[in-house]
T-cell receptor, first 116, second 109 residues
Framework: SAVISQKPSRDICQRGTSLTIQCQVDSQVTMMFWYRQQPGQSLTLIATANQGSEATYESGFVIDKFPISRPNLTFSTLTVSNMSPEDSSIYLC?????????????FGPGTRLTVL | GQNIDQPTEMTATEGAIVQINCTYQTSGFNGLFWYQQHAGEAPTFLSYNVLDGLEEKGRFSSFLSRSKGYSYLLLKELQMKDSASYLCAVTDSNYQLIWGAGTKLIIKP
């Protein structure tokens, strides 16, 4: 499995501010993803973080609101900009690893964000 | 559209057996995953099926029928620590993961 760490693990932020979440993987991975999981909901993919190029965003998510960096194959950041209470959620970094006959996806511990 | 259905919540007794079903309609199929997620924690990988049949791994087994768009996760000898949400996810033709909403499993003594 991949060892994935995220910082911060949790934060409480004021409306209108921004928070940058860091994701560090213990080995190089091609595919990194950012998910959101709102209370009582399943996982929603925000974007695929591409190394050396702009992230690929899913429908409903835009770069101005969720800018993503991926400077190398082991690190990525997600920024939640101009936050509102609706952004209160768990944000999860995830990586996909080729296991031969299939790809396996692993998740970081998550960042629990509360916006007041 | 793409859709994955699983029951919202199930209750079972410690020591018993429970089966969590998942049906899917996706554009293409490249494998089905089951994940376990304890409250407040990230999902952890349980199983992967790409061919029809049963995959057994200790107390957990996962079954797949591609022709029926159906899978189940079977948990035997239930323990209190098995109380969690169980997420079904399917990889479509573009290798995108489509997630179900999860089944909350409650284990009672």
């Amino acid at each position: 499995s991949a060892v994935i760490s995220q910082k911060p693990s949790r934060d409480i932020c004021q409306r209108g501010t921004s928070l940058t979440i860091q994701c560090q993987v213990d080995s190089q991975v091609t595919m990194m993803f950012w998910y959101r999981q709102q209370p009582g909901q399943s996982l929603t993919l925000i974007a695929t973080a591409n190394q050396g190029s702009e992230a690929t965003y899913e429908s409903g998510f835009v770069i101005d609101k969720f800018p993503i960096s991926r400077p190398n194959l082991t690190f990525s950041t997600l920024t939640v900009s101009n936050m509102s209470p609706e952004d209160s959620s768990i944000y999860l970094c995830s990586v996909r690893r080729d296991r031969g006959d299939h790809n396996e996806q692993f998740f970081g511990p998550g960042t629990r964000l509360t916006v007041l | 559209g793409q859709n994955i259905d699983q029951p919202t919540e199930m209750t079972a007794t410690e020591g018993a057996i429970v089966q969590i079903n998942c049906t899917y309609q996706t554009s293409g199929f490249n494998g089905l995953f089951w994940y376990q997620q304890h409250a407040g924690e990230a999902p952890t990988f349980l199983s992967y099926n790409v061919l029809d049949g049963l995959e057994e791994k200790g107390r957990f087994s996962s079954f797949l029928s591609r022709s029926k768009g159906y899978s189940y996760l079977l948990l035997k000898e239930l323990q209190m620590k098995d109380s969690a949400s169980y997420l079904c996810a399917v990889t479509d033709s573009n290798y995108q993961l489509i997630w179900g909403a999860g089944t909350k499993l409650i284990i009672k003594p």
